[in-house]
């Protein structure tokens, strides 16, 4: 139980376009997702935690109009990077709350998708 | 704000050997401390989840401690493989915030 996954799993796209990477929790509700990123040889940063049916709240530093965030429903999270550029390259990592399980605080994550913008 | 420190950042070890990696937080407040791996360009795989009522938790040749008092955890890997090799990371949560640890990039040499 308790599995997440992320679509796509890797991609390129041109510098401009927009991208976008869904999170799904597959055999339970996830009442809260977060979105990481992480750079090579990095630990990983959170950039925003979202709530389902509410907008996301972005950590500090996080451009909140480049990296468009959607919670449309208990199961399913997306990330839009929106006009890409190079340095948007990078491992992202989703997570999710197991709502019936918030009290353990418990987070279950993807397995990731990595990001090229050429 | 809370800070996760971990060390050593990278160690190479004979197969074999017994092993210790360390991780110390700033803010003692956490509900829970949780140890990942991460293989290269892979996502994270649970370890070891560390409640803040529990001192330590067990599975197979990990144990991990926590010890909230003096913000410190350890992830003890007895009997080392080479299948062991990869960076560890250590994540401290306190609610829904979770800040993570820089990893220690673990080589078991066969």
Request: net charge positive.
């Amino acid at each position: 139980g308790a599995v997440v996954s992320q679509h796509p799993s890797r991609v390129i796209c041109k510098s401009g376009t927009s991208v976008k990477i869904e999170c799904r929790s597959l055999d339970f509700q996830a009442t809260t997702m977060f979105w990481y990123r992480q750079f090579p040889k990095q630990s990983l940063m959170l950039m925003a935690t979202s709530n389902e049916g509410s907008k996301a709240t972005y950590e500090q530093g996080v451009e909140k109009d480049k990296f468009l965030i959607n919670h449309a429903s208990l199961t399913l999270s997306t990330l839009t990077v929106t006009s890409a550029h190079p340095e948007d390259s990078s491992f992202y990592i989703c997570s999710a709350v197991d709502g019936g399980k918030a009290a353990s605080y418990e987070q279950y994550f993807g397995p990731g998708t990595r990001l090229t913008v050429t | 704000k809370q800070e996760v420190t971990q060390i050593p950042a990278a160690l190479s070890v004979p197969e074999g050997e017994n092993l210790v990696l360390n991780c110390s937080f700033t803010d003692s407040a956490i509900y829970n401390l949780q140890w990942f791996r991460q293989d290269p360009g892979k996502g994270l795989t649970s370890l070891l989840l560390i409640q803040s009522s529990q001192r330590e938790q067990t599975s197979g040749r990990l144990n991990a401690s926590l010890d909230k008092s003096s913000g410190r955890s350890t992830l003890y890997i007895a009997a080392s493989q080479p299948g062991d090799s990869a960076t560890y990371l250590c994540a401290v949560i306190g609610g829904f915030k979770t800040i993570f640890g820089a990893g220690t990039r673990l080589f078991v040499k066969a």
